[in-house]
């Protein structure tokens, strides 16, 4: 698929099948986050593979959602700010470094077929406790990966107008 087509059929997928994702698959998403830009190169994130199969209850306690551990697996992005770039006035980069390698495995996954929801609202203590995060890390982002078992939905955003300005505000 052209960028632009996998932009356009990425959805939040909120059921999926219980196939398997192929080790290559997997390993084709996992390099697109390594190979994600981040602030001064420092890639200040670290990717968790989680199968589902077997710790549905404990993955529940992070979100609590069916469809969360309906998929195979499911990835999460943390983020080590003690390694990150930070700007002159302290602003620590590594949630935006973190997101664009979720992005980018997001986009990867679509465009080989596979399914992702995009998770923010998820529990960040039952995340350090699941996935035995030590202080100095910090959980970003969660999303299943696998197989949709539905349909996309009428993509609904704003127009181009509202969002975007030209030189100044």
Request: aromatic residues 8%; charged residues 25%; hydrophobic residues 45%.
């Amino acid at each position: 698929m052209e960028l632009a087509e996998i932009i356009g059929n990425r959805y939040s997928v909120r059921a999926y099948q219980a196939t398997a994702v192929e080790a290559d698959k997997l390993n084709q998403v996992l390099e697109a986050a390594r190979l994600a830009p981040t602030a001064a190169n420092r890639q200040p994130f670290q990717v968790i593979v989680i199968h589902t199969q077997g710790r549905e209850d404990a993955l529940r306690k992070i979100y609590n959602r069916d469809w969360f551990v309906q998929a195979p697996l499911v990835i999460c992005v943390v983020s080590t700010p003690q390694s990150g770039w930070t700007r002159y006035d302290g602003a620590n980069y590594t949630q935006v470094d973190a997101a664009i390698a979720m992005d980018h495995m997001i986009l990867t996954a679509t465009d080989l077929g596979l399914g992702t929801c995009w998770i923010a609202a998820f529990n960040p203590e039952a995340a350090r406790e699941v996935l035995e995060l030590p202080d100095e890390v910090e959980p970003v982002v969660f999303s299943p990966l696998g197989y949709p078992a539905d349909e996309p939905k009428e993509k609904i955003r704003k127009p181009l107008a509202e969002l975007v300005r030209y030189e100044r505000w």
